[in-house]
Each structure stands twice: as C-alpha cells, then as structure tokens.
C-alpha cells in the first residue's frame, strides 16, 4: 500500500510536469507554492490551474472509482474477471449522450456529462429491478440482466448513430474516452459528490461482502441479509462508475484489471484489496493519460486505448505466471498425465491397524 501511495504521488508530480504550454516542474511548483508571484500570472493559471490539476485530479479520481467498482463487482458475483460494464452502465451512458445529442441537440461538455449520468443510472436502475424481482439479486441474475439490457442499449446506442452522420462525428470522440476535454473544477466538483458517496458505500459494505462470499447461508446466519448487502453494493457501483464514465467516457477494461492485480495482492481480504484496486485505477489511468499526451504529439491518443495497451500484456504475464494457482483460478488437474504434463507424487500415510478380536470361537458338537 505504502509502494502505490508512493507511485501515485509520484505520478501526480509527473502528470503536472507534462503537457501542453510548456511549463516544467520548476513552474508548477512555484503556481502551487505561490511562490514570485506565480497565481497572478496569466500563461501559469491557464496551463496549471485551468488545464494540467484539474486533469490530473480527474484522471486520479475516475481511476480509483473504476477499480473500487471493479473489486466490488468482482467480489459481489464470485466472478475475477467481471468489470464495470457488467451493470450496463457502459451501454447506457452511451445510449444516453447519443440520445442527447440526436434527439435534443446537445453540443457542450457538460451536456453530454449530464446525458451520460443520467443514462449510467437509469441503466443500472433497470439492472437490479430486472434481477431483484426474484432470487433476491443473485450474481447469476445480475449478470444476465446486464448483459441483456447492455446488448438492447448498444442496438439502440447504433441505430440512431447509423441514421445520423452528425451525430456519430460528436458521439465517437466520446465513446473511445479521454481526458483531454477537463477544463476547470466546474464538472469535476459538480460529481465530485458522488464519487464521495460510491467510495463511502465502498468501505461501508467491504465487511458484510466478505460474510457473502462465505456463502448466503453462512452471511444470514452472521445476521446479514444478502439481498440487501448486492443491492447497497449495486448502487455503490453505479454512483462510482456513472460519474466516472460521464467524466471520462467510457473504459471498460480498467476495473477488470485493477480488481485483478488487487485479488492477486490482497487474496481474500477484501478491505485492503478495495483500497488497492483504487491505488492500482489511479495509477493505471494516470500513467494512460500522461502516455496519450506523449505518444501521438501534437494530438492525443484515446486514454481507454492505452489503458488496454498496459493492461493486457499484464495479464498475460499474470496467466503465465503461478499467480493463477495461488488465486484458486486454475482447473482441477486431470488424472492423465500427458508426455508434457509433470509426475505428480503421492504420499502414502500409514493406515491404522485393525482391531481383532483375541476371543476364541467356541465350537458346539450337536448332540448325538
């Protein structure tokens, strides 16, 4: 944890240095210090204040709400591979800028935040009313829920991109998210609210989901209810990822990875893997956007982009690895041992003797 916190400081130091301006580290160390005059300057305020903080809180911020959301996710459904699209969140906020921009004709940054919003929780909204009504919200429910509503959202979310070039021009810059579009504290600190309030559900419901993951019978008889505990954590979800998403647009493989490496780190205790999923998002994400800045100069590269491009070869590494084994992710060894398969020993205890019986049997000569 100490190694993260580090790395993330770090990283938050090097996101401030890099960019556009032209400013180095000694420029923004004097606007943050106040130091010479430093706020009053006019080509300061504007690179730091107005373009590279606010950036990088953003970039930290949405991070770490996609990776809680993530190990949440991962924990709620017994599944380590589940991400944050699975509630249709995604899929919805998608459907929902197109629809702005379509069907009411928006064209601003906040329009879309809030088209975006909107559309995450009405999706996620409909997600858990679909799969409460009955079995009390299992994971199986949940997923198939998401799955259904996010394909019937992503139909949707095409047809009306097909039918209108205009729309599709503004809607794909969105849909392959970045963070190039932060300028300012305005949309930052309108969610920065709810962002407060999924991370707050977070920790609240670490320790009842871990009684879940004993089982439900096991979590009732601990005096939880496992309805409610996936519902609170549905919700805690939803709030994470729908800001996160209207910030940023949509990255889906962030909290696929940060839950990953999480469990991986943490095992089963799933207080620290949820303060480590955040530190992982924040790190990832932050290291993705100084990277698109870099890359493809004077433009930028899509951070969702990125994020796969250092994502994926870590998992890979982590396939390879013995990691799996430790996880309890690999299959059961099979009993044939192929030519490349290694020789399994097995080790014979010792059988407890029997008990004989030292009585002699009597024999009976039948009477003449």
């Given at each position: 944890?100490?190694?993260?916190?580090?790395?993330?400081?770090?990283?938050?130091?090097?996101?401030?240095?890099?960019?556009?301006?032209?400013?180095?580290?000694?420029?923004?160390?004097?606007?943050?210090?106040?130091?010479?005059?430093?706020?009053?300057?006019?080509?300061l305020s504007l690179v730091v204040?107005?373009?590279?903080?606010?950036?990088?809180?953003?970039?930290?911020?949405?991070?770490?709400a996609l990776g809680v959301a993530?190990?949440?996710?991962?924990?709620?459904?017994?599944?380590?591979?589940?991400?944050?699209?699975?509630?249709?969140?995604?899929?919805?906020?998608?459907?929902?800028?197109?629809?702005?921009?379509?069907?009411?004709?928006?064209?601003?940054?906040?329009?879309?935040?809030?088209?975006?919003?909107?559309?995450?929780?009405?999706?996620?909204?409909?997600?858990?009313?679909?799969?409460?009504?009955?079995?009390?919200?299992?994971?199986?429910?949940?997923?198939?829920?998401?799955?259904?509503?996010?394909?019937?959202?992503?139909?949707?979310?095409?047809?009306?991109?097909?039918?209108?070039?205009?729309?599709?021009?503004?809607?794909?810059?969105?849909?392959?998210?970045?963070?190039?579009?932060?300028?300012?504290?305005?949309?930052?600190?309108?969610?920065?609210?709810?962002?407060?309030?999924?991370?707050?559900?977070?920790?609240?419901?670490?320790?009842?989901?871990?009684?879940?993951?004993?089982?439900?019978?096991?979590?009732?008889?601990?005096?939880?209810?496992?309805?409610?505990?996936?519902?609170?954590?549905?919700?805690?979800?939803?709030?994470?990822?729908?800001?996160?998403?209207?910030?940023?647009?949509?990255?889906?493989?962030?909290?696929?990875?940060?839950?990953?490496?999480?469990?991986?780190?943490?095992?089963?205790?799933?207080?620290?893997?949820?303060?480590?999923?955040?530190?992982?998002?924040?790190?990832?994400?932050?290291?993705?956007?100084?990277?698109?800045?870099?890359?493809?100069?004077?433009?930028?590269?899509?951070?969702?982009?990125?994020?796969?491009?250092?994502?994926?070869?870590?998992?890979?590494?982590?396939?390879?690895?013995?990691?799996?084994?430790?996880?309890?992710?690999?299959?059961?060894?099979?009993?044939?041992?192929?030519?490349?398969?290694?020789?399994?020993?097995?080790?014979?205890?010792?059988?407890?003797?029997?008990?004989?019986?030292?009585?002699?049997?009597?024999?009976?000569?039948?009477?003449?």
């Open positions: 944890v100490a190694g993260l916190a580090l790395a993330v400081l770090l990283l938050t130091a090097l996101s401030l240095s890099i960019g556009a301006g032209e400013v180095g580290a000694g420029g923004v160390l004097d606007y943050l210090l106040g130091r010479d005059g430093a706020r009053e300057n006019a080509r204040g107005d373009l590279r903080l606010p950036r990088t809180l953003t970039a930290l911020l949405v991070g770490a993530g190990c949440l996710l991962q924990a709620v459904t017994r599944n380590p591979l589940a991400e944050t699209g699975l509630l249709g969140v995604n899929a919805g906020a998608s459907l929902g800028v197109v629809a702005g921009i379509a069907l009411l004709g928006f064209d601003s940054g906040y329009a879309y935040l809030v088209c975006a919003f909107v559309g995450a929780v009405v999706a996620s909204g409909l997600v858990l009313l679909i799969s409460g009504r009955r079995g009390g919200g299992s994971p199986m429910r949940l997923v198939l829920a998401g799955a259904a509503l996010g394909a019937t959202f992503g139909g949707l979310t095409s047809v009306i991109v097909v039918n209108s070039a205009e729309t599709y021009d503004r809607f794909r810059f969105w849909v392959l998210g970045s963070l190039a579009g932060v300028e300012g504290f305005g949309e930052l600190g309108r969610l920065a609210p709810v962002l407060a309030l999924g991370f707050v559900v977070a920790l609240l419901v670490a320790r009842p989901l871990s009684a879940l993951a004993l089982g439900d019978d096991l979590a009732r008889s601990l005096g939880h209810r496992p309805p409610v505990i996936r519902t609170v954590v549905a919700i805690g979800v939803t709030l994470l990822t729908a800001a996160a998403v209207a910030l940023a647009g949509p990255i889906s493989f962030l909290g696929l990875l940060a839950g990953f490496l999480a469990r991986a780190l943490a095992g089963t205790r799933l207080a620290a893997r949820i303060l480590l999923a955040g530190l992982i998002g924040a790190c990832v994400l932050t290291v993705s956007d100084i990277a698109a800045r870099v890359v493809s100069r004077p433009f930028e590269a899509p951070v969702s982009v990125i994020v796969a491009l250092i994502g994926a070869p870590v998992l890979i590494a982590i396939v390879r690895s013995k990691q799996l084994a430790a996880m309890g992710m690999t299959e059961p060894a099979s009993e044939e041992r192929g030519p490349d398969r290694p020789r399994r020993f097995r080790i014979a205890l010792p059988r407890p003797a029997r008990r004989t019986s030292k009585a002699k049997t009597l024999r009976v000569r039948p009477a003449d």
